[in-house]
């Protein structure tokens, strides 16, 4: 049994209820990219994924989720891209960060099946704001991991990125990061 099997099987999916998520209340700074997800924290380089394990995408995390299946943003901005699969989704700042958060690992095979998008290109959000449900039943049946990627996608307009995610509380481990936890800091 592998880390992101052992991970899930101590945790249930959860069924939801039909409803449309309420968005989650957290503190923010405008500096900081919080975790869209509560779940286990992983290096970029532990995701089973070429493109996202070498830093092609940008500078980040893997969080392999628990709990309902509901993506919330992780920082205040403006929706820049969406996916017809809703499976990713890009984010930018006020203050230039841009942020891509992906769902799952070959998720865009599923071709949409398993996800609900709630907002569209060019709508402001704020952080907590839910974006994206996702079945993670319906992943795992499609032969897929669900771990998300939050990553800052324009690394190189800043002088350094802080990964602060890491928390005392772990399993197996690793950190846990609950909705909200910061996980990057931005330094100009």
């Known amino acids: 049994m592998g880390l992101l099997d052992k991970i899930k099987s101590a ?3 959860g069924s939801g209820d039909g409803q449309a998520p309420v968005s989650a209340t957290f503190a923010t700074r405008d500096d900081v990219v919080y975790a869209p997800v509560s779940g286990v924290l992983v290096s970029l380089k532990e995701v089973n994924d070429e493109v996202l394990s070498a830093g092609l995408l940008g500078d980040g995390y893997g969080i392999v989720p628990v709990g309902n299946g509901v993506l919330y943003s992780p ?3 403006r929706i820049g891209a969406t996916t017809v699969t ?4 890009g984010i930018s700042t006020a203050d230039g960060v841009e942020v891509l958060i992906h769902i799952g690992i070959g998720t865009v095979d599923m071709d949409g099946k398993g996800f609900t998008r ?4 060019n709508d402001e959000v704020k952080a907590g ?3 994206i449900s996702f079945d993670r039943d319906a992943i795992a049946a499609a032969g897929h991991e669900d771990v998300v990627a939050c990553v800052v996608s324009n690394p190189d307009a800043f002088q350094k990125i802080e990964h602060v995610g890491d928390s005392n509380t772990l399993l197996d481990g690793r950190p846990l990061v609950k909705l909200g936890d910061p996980l990057l800091v931005v330094r100009r």
């Open 11 to 13: 945790f249930s999916t």
């Open 75 to 77: 920082v205040n901005g």
């Open 86 to 89: 809703n499976h990713a989704i």
């Open 118 to 121: 709630y907002v569209e290109a």
């Open 129 to 131: 704001q839910p974006l």
